[in-house]
């Protein structure tokens, strides 16, 4: 059952949840579910049938908290196995369309018979409240941000299309509804004990974010967004500049031209007819530090770009069993002993930091099926039972012999 509400611990504590998903945007819903308590296994095939890609490096990052699972839902016993998982979980998730689903008897209906009162979360790419033409489409991030014209706004033309970041950018916003989808379900479950389901998609959360660009209304300035590949801003005043060492970003307006003139080295902007023409040779006589101290003591916004590496090597600590929530805007831990016999630094996940409760650090990604003999143990499986199990191949402890090439 779900925790009562106004537990002390974390919010999903005493919640388990069953991951039936793959790739990114299905796993990592589970991932931001574990960050407050939840217990999640993951099961997949005993047989790989995923890229490895797509599974084992992705996982990396969010599979992290959970224990694997390796089971055949085509062989009667792996199938028992499955039934039993069902029906001690609370929360059930998969990402596929409706049509791979009820042939699977992994659809909403079949698991509810198995257990009545579980909550089931459904992800895929084009599915929505009603059926459309690309209802039961298979589909990647990527596919999305094509189809919802992202790729065309971020590129700035259909000559020119580009894929805005990579590696999840949707997927993982996707990720999070569906958590938040279920995190809905559990409080009206808990509150008036009726079941519901949390659905969402990738084309969802494609359009979503794409709002502001959806509507037309009287006065609405042009949809006007800077866009393509040299693009630097959005005006003049608000673009990066190049300086003696490095970008900066100017963040100001015209509001603001008598301040910036006031700004040592920028005196006669105001006069000039061409702002940028001014503040690219200006710009370029000191360094980003120096200008940014200078536009801060203007109450000008600056900021000096950074990137990954450098942050790593800032905020990177020796994993200490703790979530990071006291470090600042990043956190790092560095797994000198990660499963995959490698030293890992992974971003602590901690992106949301309730004040009422606990965010629990997770612990690194295991290796596919590592806790498969654990979970059936404490489901009541005998060893000599698991030991038959694997023997038939109804269930798996590993994929492969390596968590990782070497």
């Known amino acids: 059952m779900p925790p009562t509400i106004g537990n002390v611990g974390g919010w999903l504590e005493g919640v388990r949840i069953l991951d039936l998903t793959n790739v990114i945007a299905g796993p990592h819903s589970t991932s931001f579910l574990g960050r407050f308590g939840a217990e999640v296994i993951k099961l997949d095939p005993a047989t790989p049938n995923y890229d490895p890609w797509n599974t084992v490096v992705f996982g990396m990052s969010s599979a992290r908290g959970k224990q694997s699972i390796l089971v055949d839902l085509n062989q009667a016993d792996g199938r028992e196995v499955f039934n039993t998982l069902v029906r001690s979980v609370d929360i059930i998730v998969m990402n596929a369309p409706d049509r791979q689903l009820a042939p699977l008897g992994l659809d909403e209906a079949s698991l509810q018979a198995v257990n009545p009162g579980v909550i089931f979360c459904q992800l895929d790419c084009f599915g929505g409240p009603r059926r459309g033409p690309r209802t039961d489409y298979l589909g990647y991030d990527d596919l999305i941000q094509a189809t919802t014209g992202i790729m065309l706004r971020f590129g700035g033309s259909m000559q020119t299309p580009e894929e805005h970041a990579h590696v999840g950018t949707i997927d993982v916003m996707c990720g999070f509804a569906a958590a938040l989808g279920i995190a809905a379900a559990l409080y009206q479950k808990a509150v008036t ?36 590949r040299d693009s630097v801003g959005y005006s003049d005043l608000s673009r990066f500049y190049r300086t003696a060492d490095d970008w900066l970003y100017l963040d100001s307006h015209e509001l603001e031209l008598e301040r910036l003139t006031r700004v040592e080295g920028l005196a006669g902007l105001a006069e000039a007819s061409d702002h940028a023409a001014f503040l690219g040779p200006a710009l370029l006589t000191a360094t980003a530090a120096t200008w940014q101290s200078r536009l801060h003591a203007a109450g000008i916004a600056a900021a000096v770009p950074d990137n ?3 942050l790593r090597r800032r905020y990177s600590r020796p994993a200490d069993g703790r979530p990071g929530t006291d470090n600042g805007s990043y956190s790092f831990s560095v797994y000198a002993d990660h499963p995959s016999g490698h030293c890992v630094t992974q971003l602590d996940p901690f992106a949301i930091r309730p004040r009422s409760a606990p965010i629990r650090a997770l612990t690194p990604a295991e290796k ?39």
């Open 193 to 228: 004990g009726q079941i519901s389901r949390a659905r969402t998609s990738l084309a969802s959360l494609g359009n979503l974010v794409q709002i502001p660009f959806c509507f037309d209304y009287a006065g609405r300035a042009p949809f006007d967004e800077p866009s393509g």
């Open 308 to 310: 990954i590496d450098n």
């Open 368 to 406: 596919f099926g590592a806790s498969t003999r654990t979970v059936l143990r404490d489901f009541g499986y005998s060893e000599m039972q698991i030991d038959t199990l694997i023997a038939r191949k109804s269930i798996s402890e590993s994929w492969s012999e390596e968590y990782l090439p070497s």
